[in-house]
C-alpha cells in the first residue's frame, strides 16, 4: 500500500470527519461518554463533525490519507495559539455537543476540562485526532499522518493524548510520556515530543 497525505478538501472533509468517527467507534473516550454501542454508532458521527468542523474548523490543518483513490485516514491538527471559537459558532458547537453526548454531557464537558489543563504553556501543536479507516489499520496510515503533521511541526512542540496501550507508538516518533489525565475510568496519558532546535 502507497499512502499519500494531503489536506483535506472542502469537499472531502465530510467524508474525512465520517472516517475519523468509525476510526474512533472503540476508543475508550467515546466508550466512556456514549456507554452503549448503538447510540454511540447513532451520535458519534455527528459529534465528531461537531468538534471537528463545527468548534475547531480553524483550529489548524484537517490532513487526508490516500491510497491511490481510496481515502484511509485522517488527522486534524490545532496549530500553536487556536483559539476556541466565539459567538454563533460556540453557541452551534453546545448544541451538537449536548445533543449527542445527552445525559453524558457532563462526562464530556469533565474530559475536556481536564485535558485542556494538561496542554504546554509553551506555543505547540495539537493533535487533536489521528485515525485509519477500521480495515487499514496496521498498515502505515497513522504513520503517514504522524509524520506529515510532525514534519509540518518542526520546529514547535508536538502534544497529544491517547490510551495508555498507545504510549509504545507514539514513542517511537519522538514523544514522551507525560501527565496521566485525572479522569475516573479513563486510563489515558499525555505525551510531547520536544521542539526540535
Do not use: I, Q
Not at 115 to 130: N, S
Not at 143 to 161: N, Q, W, Y
Amino acid at each position: 500500500m502507497t499512502v499519500s497525505v494531503r489536506p483535506a478538501t472542502a469537499a472531502g472533509t465530510p467524508a474525512a470527519v465520517a472516517l475519523l468517527a468509525r476510526a474512533f467507534h472503540e476508543h475508550p473516550v467515546y466508550r466512556h461518554v456514549l456507554p452503549d454501542d448503538g447510540s454511540r454508532r447513532r451520535r458519534l458521527p455527528g459529534l465528531m463533525r461537531t468538534m471537528v468542523v463545527t468548534m475547531h474548523g480553524d483550529a489548524g490543518p484537517l490532513d487526508v490519507a490516500h491510497d491511490g483513490e481510496s481515502l484511509v485516514g485522517a488527522a486534524a491538527w490545532h496549530e500553536p495559539g487556536a483559539t476556541e471559537p466565539g459567538g454563533l459558532r460556540s453557541a452551534r458547537a453546545v448544541v451538537g455537543m449536548a445533543w449527542a453526548t445527552r445525559r453524558h454531557l457532563g462526562r464530556w464537558s469533565e474530559l475536556g476540562t481536564a485535558m485542556a489543563a494538561l496542554r504546554p504553556a509553551e506555543p505547540h501543536w495539537y493533535l487533536f485526532h489521528v485515525g485509519a479507516e477500521p480495515g487499514r489499520r496496521g498498515r502505515g496510515v497513522g504513520s503517514a499522518l504522524v509524520e506529515h503533521g510532525l514534519a509540518r511541526a518542526d520546529p514547535l512542540p508536538v502534544h497529544l493524548e491517547c490510551a495508555r496501550d498507545l504510549v509504545g507508538y507514539y514513542a517511537r516518533f519522538g514523544f514522551a510520556e507525560g501527565d496521566p489525565v485525572p479522569l475516573a475510568g479513563l486510563d489515558l496519558v499525555t505525551m510531547t515530543r520536544p521542539g526540535r532546535a
